[in-house]
Structures are given as C-alpha cells and as structure tokens.
C-alpha cells in the first residue's frame, strides 16, 4: 500500500536486474482486433450464403429434374415428379411445355414452409418465354405443383 499522498504507489521492480523484474504485458493492438472482426464479418456473411443457397437449392432442382424429362419428351416421368395433391398430367404436361427446347431456373423463393416458388425462362417453341412454377416439400423432394408463363415475383 502506497503512503498516504503518494499516488501511484512506487514501482517496486526499480532497481532489479531485467532477469528478475516480470516481463511487460503487450496489448493486442488495433491491427490484431481489425483483423478479428473481418474474419468474423467473412464467416458470418458466408455463413448467411450457404444458408440460403440451401434454402433455395431444392426446389431450383426440382424445377430443374422436371423441366429436364419434358425437354426430353418423356411427359409420364415429368408427371411422375408432380407432387401427390396436384392434379397435373402428362396429358397437360405436353400441351404446355410440348416442344420445349431450353430452360433456365435461377430464382426461388426463400420461404421456409411446405411451399415456394421457383422462376426463369423457358424456350418452347422457339419462343422465349417467363416460367413460374410452384414447388410443394413432399416426403420425395420437392416436386412441381403447378407453373405459369410469367415472371416470378419474390417479395412480401
């Protein structure tokens, strides 16, 4: 304890030999916190990312498998990855998408309940064309429940 009046108390390492006296404590300088927080501000981003990439992967593939079978022409396959509680056949199947050339499924909604929808393009006769399909979560993957010929809407 120092006497009374003197403040702060007398460094009692003075006059110690430097094998004696404790070595200084260096503090984590501003270069050592700036480089913690981008580690953590990149993890926590690419955190997010893969997050939502798998929120939204499933139903872009399943839009994807079928879309697929009907570019190949098998309409019984693509009706085949229609979800249970749907009502579209194979027969529809063809005289919408029949003659369908190129497809391309890039956005999804990213609702996380048994329902999203999923959006692009699709080339159906040689006309370019919006494509909407709503995606259902079943027990087998995400299947198509129905589609429509206009640009997704992603918003509240």
């Known amino acids: 304890m120092a006497p009374p009046g003197q403040y702060p108390p007398p ?10 006296a404790p070595p200084q404590k260096k503090g984590r300088g501003c270069l050592f916190w700036a480089v913690l927080g981008f580690v953590l ?13 798998l929120l939204i992967r499933g139903p872009i ?7 697929a079978e009907v570019a190949a022409g098998d309409y019984a396959a693509a009706e085949a990855l229609v979800a249970p509680d749907c009502a579209l056949t ?4 063809e005289a919408d998408l029949g003659g369908l050339t190129d497809y391309q499924i890039l956005l999804a909604g990213t609702g996380t309940g ?5 959006g692009g393009t699709v080339t159906v006769d040689g006309d370019l064309q ?10 087998d993957g995400w299947r198509v429940c129905s589609y429509t010929f206009d640009e997704l809407q992603i918003g509240s």
């Open 130 to 139: 919006d494509f909407t399909a709503e995606m259902r979560d079943t027990d």
């Open 41 to 53: 501000l990149v993890l926590l981003v690419g955190g997010c990312g893969v997050v939502g990439w």
């Open 61 to 67: 593939d399943g839009t994807n498998e079928f879309l």
């Open 114 to 118: 048994e329902t999203t929808r999923t």
């Open 90 to 93: 194979a027969a529809e199947i």
């Open 11 to 20: 460094d009692w390492t003075a006059g110690m030999p430097p094998s004696v």
